[in-house]
């Protein structure tokens, strides 16, 4: 049994709760008091605490969790095209100081969308941690923490069907939260340190033909049109991982 963190147990954050909470004690936190109680309730040990504030102490002692952890999972945002870099820098650093120097196992959770918007299969190699704002000063402050770059979020009621949708014609990159949680496992257990891993369901049907899956449209068979494509060779190959959700056309299912 492990002492594991959870900072930012948001909608991801908290599916990966679930995932881990048999057999490891939790402690999380996060930015709304609505739901305090319910993770009371759990065992998870939660704390409020918004990492946009002025104020970068904030009261740490609320949470006094990170003396106590092996394991620290950060889902707060720290990478994206269009965030501001005044928003990410505060951000991170009211995180560090949150945190201090954690020396247990590490987890960072970053994004696809760091990638170019060009019609190109995409690995980690093409853009390494250094070129990326939020990524660079996370491996500048703690070299040995683990990197996940999330394809498109999914999984419940999260289905492409829901959303208003242009160019369905393009490949998706996206990821079942079962699986990341399924990969944050795996490497606990393998004790994983600096590493660098795109995550992201292995098969890259065309939008529409996910939207169709969804709305029970005829079966098809499995086309991978040309476009931006976000390989999860290296995951796969490391980890010797087989995804539980490797076609996003039956996330739903």
Known sequence: MSNIGIIGCGWLGSRIAEKLSD????????????????FNAKGYHPAIIDFDKED??????VW???????????TVTLSGKRMDDAILEKRFRNLSSF????????????????????????????????QVPGENMIRARYPKANVL??????GDSRLLSRYRISATELPVNHIHYADIAAVVEKMISLHSEGKLYNVVA???????????AQQNGPDQELHEPKGRTISSSRLIEDLNYQFIFPDPRFFHV
């Open 23 to 38: 057999g490891h004690t939790l402690y999380c936190t996060t930015t709304s008091p609505d739901k305090v109680e319910g």
């Open 56 to 61: 970068k102490t904030q009261d740490q002692s």
């Open 64 to 74: 006094n969790a990170p003396d106590s952890l092996e394991i620290l999972i950060v």
């Open 99 to 130: 945190i201090g120097d954690f020396k247990g196992q590490l987890f960072f959770m970053s994004s696809t969308g760091v990638y170019p918007d060009l019609s190109e299969v995409f690995t980690e190699d093409d853009l390494q941690p250094e």
């Open 149 to 154: 770059r999330l394809g498109g979020l999914m």
């Open 202 to 212: 292995p098969l890259h049907p065309s939008k529409a033909a996910v939207i169709s």
